[in-house]
């Protein structure tokens, strides 16, 4: 058997996400080895569940950094040292420097809760549904230099209900980002997914659209 995926995970907060690939990885669906988990806020609720679960933790303030530059050099020197295949951004809440997004690239991606391109940035759910929208979701894409703006790999879509708020949408979508996060990695692990230039490949071929998400779990072509 091939060895599993070495990802490091790099969080801000709650930890739902980690939590979906530390219980995957457990029941043997996610062929991965979480290396690290790294965070910006030392007081994330992430850092005490990977802790539970026997990963590494770190964790650094940019307040004691002179610059991004710096915090992020220091941030990739610990993840570097622990060998990951994957950069995993899991509710990681700060920007990163074109450096360390350039030489991660092609291994490293976002979940971001919106059906990119549409609504990059924050509060997603409350812009969505300003804007009338029928449908909302969330996507994995590979990190480029342009914030939430690198090639798209997968998506899952959620409809927007008659009385919805932002807090009722994040908790509907909240269990579909964990399944598409797991999903998404899992392809990813087989070997199945890849980037070449700003191209997600899928089998070996360029993805002409994200893949969706399906009931059972699975990543799929086409609507
Ligand atoms: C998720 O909604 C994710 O899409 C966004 O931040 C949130 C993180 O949640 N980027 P959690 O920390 O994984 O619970």
Avoid: K
Wanted: no cysteine.
């Amino acid at each position: 058997m091939a060895s599993p995926l070495r990802i490091a995970v790099l969080v801000s907060g709650r930890g739902s996400n980690l939590q979906a690939l530390i219980d995957a990885g457990r029941a043997g669906t996610l062929a991965v080895e979480t290396v690290l988990v790294a965070s910006d806020r030392p007081q994330a609720e992430a850092l005490p569940r990977a802790a539970a679960a026997g990963i590494a933790t770190f964790a650094l303030e940019r307040a004691g950094f002179p610059d991004r530059r710096a915090f992020d050099e220091a941030l990739f020197a610990e993840v570097a040292a622990h060998a990951p295949d994957l950069v995993v951004l899991a509710g990681f809440m700060r920007v990163l420097g074109a450096a360390a997004v350039t030489r991660w690239h092609g291994r490293m991606i976002n979940i971001h809760p919106s059906l990119l391109p549409a609504y990059r940035g924050l509060d997603t759910h409350a812009r969505a549904l300003a804007a009338g929208e029928a449908a909302h979701g969330a996507s994995v894409h590979f990190v480029t230099t342009e914030l939430d703006g690198g090639p798209v790999i997968a998506q899952a879509r959620i409809a927007i209900l008659p009385g919805d708020t932002p807090d009722r949408v994040a908790a509907r979508l909240l269990p579909e980002e964990h399944r598409l996060l797991v999903a998404t990695i899992g392809l990813i692990a087989a070997g199945r997914i890849t980037l070449a230039g700003e191209r997600v490949q899928f089998d070996g071929a360029s993805l002409a659209a994200p893949l969706v998400l399906r009931p059972d779990g699975s990543l799929a072509t086409g609507a």
